[in-house]
C-alpha cells in the first residue's frame, strides 16, 4: 500500500480537559517509538475545539508530563512546522475551507433542527422501541439555496454528513483486522456546530489528511468513531491512514482504570516516586512484546525492536505490584549523579539537613540504599540516620536485640570500633571477625544490637558500609548512648 511507503508521521491529538491518564499516555509511547523506529515524525497536535470542557491548566500539565516522560514531540507547539497550526482552534478557517467542499459536492448538509426537537425525537425512538435511533435526517432534502437563505435570514445551523443509508463500511486495522459497519447503523453526524466550531470527527480528518498522517494509533474506544471516519475520507477523495486501535488498559480487578481504584495519571505516580523510565517501560509492556521475554528495557532498547505487527489486541491489566518492581530494577540502573541530586532534594522536603555531606559522601549513600529502593522517596526515608542520630528505636527491634546480654556484646563491640584505626568497611568487618573468633560466636549475633543502637531500625544495607559512612566518632558515640537502653 502506497501510505506504507510514505515517510511516517504520527500524531498525538490529546483534548486538554483533563489529567494525562495512563492509557493516553501509552498511546503516546507508541506513536513516539514508531515514529523513531521508522524514522519518521512524532507531532501533537491539541484538538481544543471543545470550548466548554477546554481546561488551560490541563493543556499545561499534558505537555509537562509528556516531557517528563520523555515524549519530546518532533512537532506541535513550541515546535512549529509546516503542518501547523497546531491547535484546532487556530485552524477554524482550514475548516470552514473544507466544509464547503462537502456541501458542494452534496456530502453535507444544513440541518435546521433545534435541541428541542431532537430531544423529541429521540423520546419517541425510545418510546416505540425501534432499533435504530439516531437523527432522523429531517433537514436532508433542504436545498442548498434554500438552507443559506435561512441563514441569511439569520437561522442557526449545523452541518451534518450525509451518511449513506444503505450498504457497509469497512476497513483494516492493522492490530484487530478487517472491521465492518452497517451503514444503516450510522448516525448522520455533525460536522461544524452551531457556534461554528468543527467536531472532533470533521476535525480529526481534516488535520490527519492536511498534516500528513499515515497511522493512527489511538484507543480501542475510538473504534465506533472510524468508519464516520472512513466515510469522510470518502466523501473527500483522500486516503485513509493505516489504523490501529490499542487494547483497553483495565484495571487489575477488571473495569476501567480510574482515580476512584487508585493513581491513574501520569502526574499520580510521578508523585508516588516513580522514574519516568519505569512508566515508559511499564506502559509500553501493556499490550506490547519486544519479541523475547525482557521486560525491564531502555526507551532505545524498546525502540529498535518496536513494530506494530506485536500489538496484541486483547484487553490488558494494569498491575500495580508489577509495576512497583520495575521501578526498583530501574532504580538498579539508574544513573548515580541523578540518584543523589534526587536524594538531595527528598531530604531538603523532609526537613533533613545534609549540609555537612560532601557529594562523594551522597553519593556512597546514593549506592548502598539503591538496591533496597522501590521508590525515589525512598532514598530519603532510608537515609536520615546517615545525617542524624536515630531519636527513636524500633519496637519489635528493642524485644529482639536490646535483651539479656545484649549491653555487654554491644560493648565488646563498641571497643573493637575504638581500636579501628582507618574506619573503612574492610576494617570494620576484619574487626567483627576477629571478635567473633575471641568470643567464639556468630557474626549474626554481635550485629543486631549496634545496628540497631547506630540506625534506629533493624534492616538497611551491610553494617560494615553503613558504619564506614556514619562515621567512626558518631558509631561510637550513638552505641555509647544507646547501651543503657540495653539489656545486661
Ligand atoms: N482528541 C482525541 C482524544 O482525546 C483524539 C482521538 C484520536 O486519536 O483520534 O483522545
Given at each position: 500500500m502506497s501510505t506504507n511507503q510514505k515517510p511516517v508521521r504520527v500524531r498525538f491529538a490529546p483534548s486538554p480537559t483533563g489529567y494525562l491518564h495512563v492509557g493516553g499516555a501509552r498511546t503516546a509511547i507508541y506513536n513516539?517509538?514508531?515514529?523513531?523506529?521508522?524514522?519518521?515524525?512524532?507531532?501533537?497536535?491539541?484538538?481544543?475545539?471543545?470550548?466548554?470542557?477546554?481546561?488551560?491548566?490541563?493543556?499545561?500539565?499534558?505537555?509537562?508530563?509528556?516531557?517528563?516522560?520523555?515524549?519530546?514531540?518532533?512537532?506541535?507547539?513550541?515546535?512549529?512546522?509546516?503542518?501547523?497550526?497546531?491547535?484546532?482552534?487556530?485552524?477554524?478557517?482550514?475548516?470552514?475551507?473544507?466544509?464547503?467542499?462537502?456541501?458542494?459536492?452534496?456530502?453535507?448538509?444544513?440541518?435546521?433542527?433545534?435541541?428541542?426537537?431532537?430531544?423529541q425525537v429521540r423520546a419517541?425512538?425510545?418510546?416505540?422501541?425501534?432499533?435504530?435511533t439516531g437523527y432522523d435526517r429531517h433537514c436532508r432534502h433542504i436545498s442548498r439555496e434554500e438552507a443559506e437563505a435561512r441563514i441569511a435570514a439569520?437561522?442557526?445551523?449545523?452541518?451534518?454528513?450525509?451518511?449513506?443509508?444503505?450498504?457497509?463500511?469497512?476497513?483494516?486495522?492493522?492490530?484487530?483486522?478487517?472491521?465492518?459497519?452497517?451503514?444503516?447503523?450510522?448516525?448522520?453526524?455533525?460536522?461544524?456546530?452551531r457556534d461554528g466550531f468543527p467536531t472532533y470527527h470533521f476535525a480529526s480528518v481534516v488535520d490527519d489528511h492536511f498534516m500528513g498522517t499515515t497511522h493512527v494509533l489511538r484507543g480501542d474506544e475510538w473504534i465506533s468513531s472510524t468508519p464516520k471516519h472512513m466515510l469522510l475520507y470518502k466523501a473527500f477523495g483522500w486516503e485513509p491512514p493505516v489504523w490501529c486501535h490499542l487494547p483497553v488498559i483495565l484495571a487489575a480487578g477488571g473495569g476501567k482504570l480510574s482515580k476512584r481504584k487508585g493513581a491513574a495519571s501520569v502526574g499520580d505516580f510521578r508523585d508516588l516516586g516513580y522514574l519516568p523510565e519505569t512508566l515508559v517501560n511499564f506502559l509500553a509492556l501493556l499490550g506490547w512484546n519486544p519479541g523475547d521475554d525482557r521486560e525491564v528495557m531502555s526507551v532505545k532498547e524498546m525502540i529498535d525492536c518496536f513494530t506494530l505487527e506485536r500489538i496484541n489486541p486483547k484487553a490488558v491489566a494494569f498491575d500495580e505490584k508489577k509495576l512497583q518492581w520495575m521501578n526498583g530494577q530501574h532504580i538498579q540502573i539508574c544513573d548515580n549523579q541523578f540518584l543523589v541530586?534526587?536524594?538531595?532534594?527528598?531530604?531538603?522536603?523532609?526537613?533533613?539537613?545534609?549540609?555537612?555531606?560532601?557529594?562523594?559522601?551522597?553519593?556512597?549513600?546514593?549506592?548502598?540504599?539503591?538496591?533496597?529502593?522501590?521508590?525515589?522517596?525512598?532514598?530519603?526515608?532510608?537515609?536520615?540516620?546517615?545525617?542524624?542520630?536515630?531519636?527513636?528505636?524500633?519496637?519489635?527491634?528493642?524485644?529482639?536485640?536490646?535483651?539479656?546480654?545484649?549491653?555487654?556484646?554491644?560493648?565488646?563491640?563498641?571497643?573493637?570500633?575504638?581500636?579501628?584505626?582507618?574506619?573503612?568497611?574492610?576494617?570494620?568487618?576484619?574487626?567483627?571477625?576477629?571478635?567473633?573468633?575471641?568470643?567464639?560466636?556468630?557474626?549474626?549475633?554481635?550485629?543486631?544490637?549496634?545496628?540497631?543502637?547506630?540506625?534506629?531500625?533493624?534492616?538497611?544495607?551491610?553494617?560494615?558500609?553503613?558504619?564506614?559512612?556514619?562515621?567512626?566518632?558518631?558509631?561510637?558515640?550513638?552505641?555509647?548512648?544507646?547501651?543503657?537502653?540495653?539489656?545486661?
Open positions: 513516539y517509538f514508531f515514529a523513531k523506529a521508522m524514522g519518521g515524525t512524532f507531532y501533537l497536535r491539541i484538538e481544543d475545539t471543545d470550548r466548554k470542557r477546554y481546561n488551560e491548566e490541563a493543556l499545561h500539565d499534558l505537555m509537562r508530563d509528556l516531557k517528563w516522560l520523555g515524549l519530546q514531540w518532533d512537532e506541535g507547539p513550541g515546535a512549529e512546522k509546516d503542518c501547523g497550526p497546531y491547535f484546532q482552534s487556530e485552524r477554524l478557517d482550514i475548516y470552514h475551507r473544507e466544509i464547503q467542499k462537502l456541501l458542494d459536492s452534496g456530502d453535507a448538509y444544513y440541518c435546521f433542527c433545534t435541541e428541542e426537537r431532537l430531544q419517541e425512538q425510545e418510546k416505540s422501541g425501534v432499533s435504530v439569520g437561522e442557526n445551523a449545523v452541518i451534518r454528513l450525509k451518511v449513506p443509508e444503505q450498504g457497509i463500511t469497512e476497513f483494516e486495522d492493522k492490530i484487530r483486522g478487517h472491521i465492518e459497519y452497517k451503514n444503516e447503523l450510522l448516525d448522520d453526524l455533525v460536522l461544524i456546530k541530586s534526587v536524594l538531595k532534594e527528598t531530604l531538603h522536603a523532609e526537613g533533613i539537613d545534609y549540609s555537612n555531606s560532601s557529594e562523594d559522601r551522597l553519593l556512597e549513600i546514593v549506592k548502598l540504599l539503591k538496591p533496597r529502593a522501590k521508590f525515589l522517596q525512598d532514598f530519603a526515608q532510608m537515609s536520615s540516620y546517615f545525617f542524624k542520630a536515630p531519636e527513636t528505636f524500633d519496637e519489635k527491634g528493642q524485644r529482639k536485640h536490646w535483651a539479656e546480654g545484649s549491653r555487654e556484646i554491644a560493648s565488646a563491640v563498641c571497643q573493637a570500633m575504638k581500636a579501628i584505626d582507618e574506619f573503612t568497611t574492610p576494617n570494620i568487618e576484619e574487626a567483627f571477625n576477629d571478635l567473633a573468633v575471641s568470643r567464639n560466636c556468630k557474626l549474626g549475633e554481635l550485629v543486631g544490637a549496634v545496628r540497631l543502637a547506630v540506625s534506629g531500625v533493624t534492616a538497611g544495607p551491610g553494617l560494615w558500609e553503613l558504619f564506614e559512612v556514619v562515621g567512626k566518632e558518631e558509631v561510637i558515640n550513638r552505641i555509647e548512648k544507646a547501651l543503657p537502653l540495653m539489656q545486661e
